[in-house]
């Protein structure tokens, strides 16, 4: 079984620019989420999906950032124009059952924003 | 609001020698208790959870951790480190809003465990 994809691993851009980060989850899990790691911090929520809609935004920085599942499929995180503070590693993660509490996780994609 | 703390950014051991990883927590009600590890250039992998029964928890890789409601501690523990075992750890409670289990979690800061030979 494929395990949570992710796509770029790293991508390095400039500031101002924008910058797409791909996660394919594990086939048949409903639930997705997004997760950052700024250098040193904790690995902080961003958004949570299941299925197509989004069930918790709340942890998205601001409007330069959005997050699409288009069929409830894989998502796309879209950070424009980036900022220096968006630098970090995203995380993504999926799961089946909210009350089972293991999430799976992408080996994330690292943004460096110069 | 639940939150996780991991009071050492860094753990030092030596090979065959007994390792602990800390872990605090604050939640309202009873907590879900997760433990998972970052090795170098991976994605983070599940190690273990406790959500209710023992107190101890056995997980992935010879790991283990001891929940202790009244010290609100959940510490990782293995009685023989190996070298491979070196990597980052992360503690994580999951967040519940109200009664309602929103399935996401909440992670502490990390901690390097470096295993010397």
């Known amino acids: 079984e494929a395990g949570v994809t992710q796509f770029p691993s790293h991508s390095v851009i400039e500031k101002g620019q924008t910058v797409t980060l791909r996660c394919d989850p594990i086939?048949?899990?409903?639930?997705l989420y997004w997760y950052r790691r700024v250098m040193g911090k904790e690995i902080k929520f961003l958004l949570h999906?299941?299925?197509?809609?989004?069930?918790?935004e709340s942890g998205m920085p601001n409007n330069r950032f959005l997050a699409e599942r288009t069929g409830g499929t894989y998502s796309t995180l879209k950070v424009q124009p980036a900022e220096l503070e968006d630098s970090g590693v995203y995380f993504c993660a999926s799961s089946t059952r909210l009350d089972n509490g293991e999430l799976f996780f992408g080996e994330g994609s690292r943004l460096t924003v110069l | 609001a639940q939150s996780v703390a991991q009071p050492e950014d860094q753990v030092n051991v030596a090979e065959g020698n007994p390792l602990t990883v800390k872990c605090t927590y604050s939640v309202s009600g009873n907590p879900y208790l997760f433990w998972y590890v970052q090795y170098p250039n991976r994605g983070l992998q599940f190690l273990l959870k406790?959500?209710?029964?023992?107190?101890l928890v056995k997980g992935s890789y010879g790991f283990e951790a001891e929940f202790n409601k009244s010290q609100t501690s959940f510490h990782l523990k293995k009685p023989s480190a190996l070298v491979s075992d070196s990597a980052l750890y992360f503690c994580a409670v999951r967040d519940f809003w109200g009664s309602s289990n929103t399935g996401k979690l909440i992670f502490g800061q990390g901690t390097t465990l470096q295993v010397k030979p």
């Open positions: 406790y959500i209710t029964g023992d107190n």
């Open positions: 086939s048949g899990h409903d639930n």
């Open positions: 999906f299941v299925k197509e809609s989004k069930q918790d």
